[in-house]
């Protein structure tokens, strides 16, 4: 994501408990919604699949969305990964900032004697 400079936080997992909500940012939290076996061969797994969910919380004098989605979306298609479900756009009544949430899945091969 080193690429796309308009993200200015950027965590996995989690927001850190110390992190306070700066909605003079954008930052984004990338989670793992997925992760288990994707086909079977001769009673073998064969292929695993690995999802995460992307949110972006964007600064609230943030503008130009649709193109930080965009752009977003095909950076991880590029590196093969499908997009499972892209959310509308919604405001949050506390922060006032406007958040989206996609969903992306890739499968990858087992490799042999694992």
């Known amino acids: 994501m080193k690429d796309i400079t308009w993200i200015d936080e950027l965590y996995s997992g989690s927001i ?23 086909l079977y061969a001769n009673m073998k797994i064969k292929y695993w699949q690995v999802g995460v969910e992307v949110q ?10 649709q193109n930080h989605e965009i752009e977003l979306a095909q950076l991880f298609n590029n590196d093969d990964w499908d997009i499972d479900t892209s959310r509308n756009r919604i405001k949050d009544p506390d922060t006032k900032q406007w958040t989206k949430v996609f969903y992306f899945s890739k499968i990858l091969k087992v490799k042999e004697g694992i």
């Open 16 to 38: 850190p408990s110390n992190v306070e909500v700066n909605t003079n940012k954008n930052t984004v939290l990338i989670t793992e919604y997925l992760n288990e076996p994707s």
């Open 56 to 65: 972006i919380f964007y600064k609230l004098s943030g503008d130009d969305f």
